[in-house]
């Protein structure tokens, strides 16, 4: 008889955010009477950029011509996007990264897990605690840990917690380990790291030949100007580092799926024999075989950002998040919440009571206030006691949640 991959049995229970649905459902049939407002799952509320809109619009009046007329696009994106990519995001910021090293595809939680695809099996893997879960969970799939202790944490996985005892600095590892994932940003924490830091890092991974696997996406939201909102922004990161970026949050394109991976061609890795093997080279191959690239039409989309128009619509997106994300840190502040994150990130890490789990927190906003947040806990063992909510909504349901948690 066929068999399946076990590892997805190694996974816990539920993966966090279909949980949340369920309890919400839950409380929804119980009590029809009564709307919710949802300051958890991290998807956007804004309309699309005009610019994004009327780029895509025109793309498809092209597609319905024979002469503009557009099938399979190259599965490392349409040239013109990664040239605006490099551009504005890298080259104007002084990062050393051409056209060439740019893949777009349909997602950056796609490409944090895909890539492993191209790394071997034995690597010695570490990730921060708090985490985003996709950085464990495909870990889990492909087979890479063995079973998840009391605490959740999976044996054959490398822990390095955030939290208000380190000021939520993620601290380099004694030990040597061979892939790291970092996100800053932080999800869910919403922690920066400076330049330093991130130097720390790249001399980490250099020393070690190691591999950083850097999630920027929330880099657009990044208020401090003298935080790096690449890695690329430190020197050696193009030896040690792949950059994941995401259009998703600051353009608005959950429902419409672009994103794109940054891979140095001098960016080298060895064989089990000990050969080098360049990565770009592998991840090329991987795209060519298991991708068929992203819509033209949503690439047109995704360039209209980068125009004059769309920089002005997405500084004005940005804006009215984070001025959300400031509305929830000082509304919860007042209301006798130690509260994290909120100042460069979308994100508010809160201190739950102390009579409280996370997820018993979740419960009681969730039936007390009507309001709908993320239990730490679902981030790994380190995030029990937190709890986020996200500024991603509109403003009116914001200042409804923090008035009635105020009230409550």
């Known amino acids: 008889m066929f068999k399946v991959n076990t590892n997805y049995l190694k996974l816990k229970a539920g993966y966090l955010f279909p949980e949340i649905a369920r309890r ?17 799952i991290g ?23 024979h002469d503009g007329f557009h099938g399979y696009g190259p599965e ?19 990062c050393d990264i051409s056209p060439e090293e740019i893949f777009v595809s349909d997602g950056s939680k796609c490409d944090s897990s895909n890539i492993l695809d191209i790394l071997s099996s034995n690597n010695k893997i570490a990730v921060t605690d708090p985490v985003y ?13 063995r079973e998840a202790n009391e605490f959740g944490q999976y044996e054959g996985l490398v822990y390095i917690a955030i939290n208000e005892d380190n000021n939520f600095v993620a601290k380099i590892p004694e030990e040597s380990v061979d892939i790291i994932y970092l996100c800053f940003p932080n999800n869910p924490t919403g922690a920066v790291a400076t330049k330093n830091q991130l130097t720390d890092w790249v001399n980490y991974a250099k020393k070690n030949d190691a591999l950083i696997l850097f999630d920027a996406a929330y880099e657009a939201f990044i208020q401090d100007q003298s935080l790096p909102h690449s890695i690329y922004e430190i020197e050696g990161a193009r030896d040690c580092a792949i950059e994941f970026r995401s259009f998703s949050k600051n353009a608005g ?156």
Not at 133 to 145: F, L, Q
């Open 43 to 65: 998807d956007v509320t804004e309309p699309l950029p005009k610019a994004c809109c009327k780029a895509m619009h025109s793309a498809i009046e092209e597609m319905a011509t």
């Open 76 to 94: 490392q994106g349409y040239f013109w996007l990664r040239e605006s990519i490099a551009k504005f995001d890298y080259q104007l910021r002084g």
């Open 24 to 40: 919400v459902k839950a409380f929804s049939l119980e009590n029809p009477e009564k709307s919710l407002i949802r300051l958890g």
């Open 253 to 408: 394109f959950t429902g419409t799926r672009c994103a794109f991976t940054v891979i140095p061609k001098a960016l080298v890795a060895k064989s089990l024999t000990g050969s080098e093997i360049d990565l770009w080279s592998l991840w090329n191959r991987r795209q060519c075989t298991k991708f068929n690239g992203v819509s033209y039409i949503v690439q047109r989309g995704a360039e209209a950002i980068y125009s004059d128009e769309g920089r002005v619509e997405i500084k004005k997106l940005i804006d009215f998040y984070m001025n959300n994300a400031e509305i929830i840190r000082n509304s919860l502040t007042k209301s006798g919440f130690k509260v994290y994150g909120a100042e460069n990130a979308p994100y508010a890490w809160i201190k739950v009571p102390k009579s409280m789990n996370s997820w018993e927190f979740f419960d009681f906003l969730l039936n007390r206030a009507n309001v709908v947040g993320t239990p730490g806990s679902g981030f790994g063992s380190a995030g029990e006691g937190y709890f986020r909510l996200s500024a991603f909504n509109t403003l009116e349901n914001v200042e409804q949640a923090m008035y009635k948690i105020a009230k409550m």
């Open 133 to 145: 879960p996709v950085y464990v969970d495909s870990n889990v799939m492909k087979g890479h840990t």
